[in-house]
């Protein structure tokens, strides 16, 4: 077989080409999780959505400890990705009612609280046995953001799915998801036709103030019609707060990329991995939807099922 010219195998796709790849993969990944969701079958819902969480945790995880080996930072990579999976199991089982009946958002954050005391106390005991590392406190920083980052905040994703108090976990889910990724896509599509002013160049060169404000338009527009449609199906939502939620999710999911992209860019790197056609790794699918997972998480709790 003979090899590709150089030219031919480094030609740089079309943003369209690239747009149209992120779409298939988004549509592929986050269809399966939908349609689990929706399946009406509760246990097959239930551990389909635990599977496809703890994957995302252990592989997000798995490549920011690679981002942090390639700048040279020690970490307990093996004893970060344990408890990544640790804390979305255990909170999974605490949180679905398989272990003591019904549980209250309260109790599910003092859980969580315990668990983060404990996993801070491990990193210090292996670092204790630890006889060549003699930067304790880089390595316990970097593992316990590596775990703060990934699966903590992912974490989020399970107490909105299993909310309970009346409100119906998956609609708001699909919701969150939804409403966060046309972010994304208002994002990268008006940004591509007409971004001129760019936010951050030394950060993320591609990501333009049009771009922002496409992100919230559409993101926007996404929130107002889906929470029409969607009805009583989502607890205590009305036009305001699907305005309201649709430019906080927006805003903030462009925060998320710009910092996700400012490690990239630290460690040298375009993707953070090559998992995902047209979107690069795990983190680079996750980003927006990191910390924008608690903000939606609190507002549910506070102004729409208080």
Known sequence: MSELQPDAASKPQSKSAVF??????????????????????????????????????ALGLIEFYGIVQRL????????????????IVATF?????????????????????????????SLCLRQFLSRTNTKGILAIGTTLFGFMYVPWLLNFIQKINFYGQGVDGHYYLFYFILVTKFSDAGAYAVGSLIGRHKMIPRISPGKTWEGFAGAVVVSTGASVIFAHLAGTHLKGMNLMHAIILGIILSSTAVMGDLIESLFKRE???????????????????????????PLMYLYLRHFLAH
């Open 267 to 293: 460690a040298g790197l375009k993707d953070s991995g090559k998992l995902l056609p047209g979107i690069g790794g795990i983190l680079d699918l996750l980003d927006s939807l990191l910390f924008n997972a």
């Open 20 to 57: 149209f790849k992120r779409l298939l993969s988004f549509v592929v990944l986050w269809g399966i999780i939908v349609a689990s969701l929706f399946s009406g079958n509760k246990t097959l819902s239930d551990y389909v959505f635990l599977v496809i969480l703890a994957l995302l945790a």
């Open 72 to 87: 040279h930072i020690f970490c307990f990579e093996k004893l970060g990705v344990i408890g990544g999976i640790l804390l």
């Open 93 to 121: 089982i605490f949180i679905s009612g398989r272990a003591d009946g019904v549980t209250l958002p309260q109790q599910v954050n003092d859980f969580e609280s315990c668990f983060l005391v404990m996993f801070v106390l």
